[in-house]
């Protein structure tokens, strides 16, 4: 049983396309991220929704758009997409981060997306 | 501001041999220090975190850390590395005060176990 599921596993496409991720984690968990991990392996949040509701937003561009219609779900919408938008995104999820003992993350596999 | 620096790019043990894998952070409070493993084309997995009490802590695969406040450091263990142990490990670190569960994570550091 997939704890956090991510589709597609790879995503290429064109500058300037308008692309979608998926997420879904089926561990009850109440918050969810996304992350981008570059060609170097850095690893930076992009965002982080708790019951709806945006907590994080870090300075990523206003193409980047995550959307939860339910709690197990948070998916990335990218606006006109550029070349340097190309990384690893992966999705995870935690239990309530005011319960010290449940603030582990779990991550989805990653969606490597190549803008060419 | 919290930081976390990892400051080996890699790391070359033989197996059988101890590794270590270095992690210093800064934080304004308290920290939540956590270290994840990346294996090849997966995602990122939990192997133990620091939230309090004892300095060391043990996790999954064999893996331990010791928490140590005055030198700011979360350095990563193992008695006895195994070829299997050969991924990315990273070290991320919270501030006990930052209620929206940001993880900051080091830069990784690449671990190569040579039979």
């Known amino acids: 049983d997939t704890a956090v599921s991510q589709t597609p596993k790879y995503l290429v496409t064109q500058m300037g396309n308008d692309k979608s991720i998926k997420c879904e984690q089926n561990?009850?968990?109440?918050?969810m991220y996304w992350y981008k991990q570059d060609s170097k392996k850095f690893l930076k949040i992009m965002f982080s929704y708790n019951n709806k509701e945006l907590i994080i937003n870090e300075t990523v561009p206003n193409r980047f758009s995550p959307k939860s219609p339910d709690k197990a779900h948070l998916n990335l919408h990218i606006n006109s997409l550029e070349l340097g938008d190309s990384a690893v995104y992966f999705c995870?999820?935690?239990?309530?981060?005011?319960?010290?003992?449940?603030?582990?993350?779990?991550f989805g596999p990653g969606t490597r997306l190549t803008v060419l | 501001a919290q930081s976390v620096a990892q400051p080996e790019d890699q790391v070359n043990v033989a197996e059988g041999n101890p590794l270590t894998v270095k992690c210093t952070y800064s934080?304004?409070?308290?920290?939540?220090l956590f270290w994840y493993v990346q294996y090849p084309n997966r995602g990122l997995q939990f192997l133990l975190k620091?939230?309090?009490?004892?300095?060391l802590v043990k996790g999954s695969y064999g893996f331990e850390a010791e928490f140590n406040k005055s030198q700011t450091s979360f350095h990563l263990k193992k008695p006895s590395a195994l070829v299997s142990d050969s991924a990315l490990y990273f070290c991320?670190?919270?501030?006990?005060?930052?209620?929206?569960?940001?993880?900051?994570f080091g830069g990784g550091t690449r671990l190569m176990v040579k039979p």
């Open positions: 934080v304004s409070g308290n920290p939540y």
């Open positions: 620091y939230i309090t009490g004892d300095n």
């Open positions: 995870a999820s935690s239990q309530d981060p005011l319960a010290a003992h449940y603030n582990e993350q779990f």
């Open positions: 991320a670190v919270r501030d006990m005060n930052n209620a929206g569960n940001m993880l900051t």
């Open positions: 561990l009850g968990h109440d918050t």
